[in-house]
């Protein structure tokens, strides 16, 4: 397997635009985590979804921040209007169970100018 | 309220030497504790878990932890300190999330405590 997969690794924008990161979990893994790291607050779970529900967004800043997952293979995490202090990298982990090990991938890092 | 502490940010150790990365927790229930290593501009990787059984558990690249429940402690240790294994490490315990949905989770990361391999 190829593992966790997350487009773009980096990504620049202007504030005020949309930013949509993406991920791709390990086929046949039902759990899928978002997590924010930054070096202020180190790494901070936005939020998670099992079989495709979101289970618990308490971890989402705000309004702004949106997350779907409209199949087991498929997640995106969007951002709209994005601002200078979501400038952050973003980490996708999915896992197989409960009590299982999360599975990173290799993160997207964001950059809002 | 479940959580798991880091004391240390950093932790220096000359190459060949011993380390020990600290770990403590507080969970109801049974816990569930992991450790993850991060190389820089990487994500997180696994290194061991402790689920039930042997209170020492032995994980990747020769790193080994010992669960001690009295002191509820998760300190994660290597014999031999590598230059290689200077990265951040981090300490995960399992929540067992009583939410609206009954068996649900999350983890509850330390803050990362960063080693420093000398050599």
């Known amino acids: 397997d190829a593992g966790v997969i997350q487009s773009p690794r980096h990504e620049v924008t202007e504030m005020g635009q949309e930013v949509t990161l993406r991920c791709k979990p390990i086929s046949g893994h039902d759990y899928l985590f978002w997590y924010r790291q930054t070096m202020m607050r180190g790494l901070e779970l936005l939020i998670y979804?099992?079989?495709?529900?979101?289970?618990?967004d308490s971890g989402m800043p705000e309004d702004r921040f949106s997350a779907k997952m409209p199949n087991a293979s498929f997640s995106t995490l969007k951002i709209q209007p994005s601002e200078p202090r979501d400038s952050a990298v973003y980490f996708c982990a999915s896992s197989g169970g409960a009590a299982d090990t999360q599975y990173f991938g290799p993160g997207t890092r964001l950059t809002v100018l | 309220a479940q959580s798991v502490a880091q004391p240390e940010d950093q932790v220096n150790v000359a190459e060949g030497n011993p380390l020990t990365v600290k770990c403590t927790y507080s969970v109801s229930g049974n816990p569930y504790l992991f450790w993850y290593v991060q190389y820089p501009n990487r994500g997180l990787q696994f290194l061991l878990k402790?689920?039930?059984?042997?209170?020492l558990v032995k994980g990747s690249y020769g790193f080994e932890a010992e669960f001690n429940k009295s002191q509820t402690s998760f300190h994660l240790k290597k014999p031999s300190a590598l230059v290689s294994d200077s990265a951040l490490y981090f300490c995960a315990v399992r929540d067992i999330w009583s939410g609206t949905t009954s068996g649900t989770y999350k983890y509850i990361f330390g803050t990362g405590t960063r080693l420093k391999v000398l050599a």
């Open positions: 979804f099992n079989n495709n529900v979101p289970i618990d």
């Open positions: 402790y689920i039930t059984g042997d209170n």
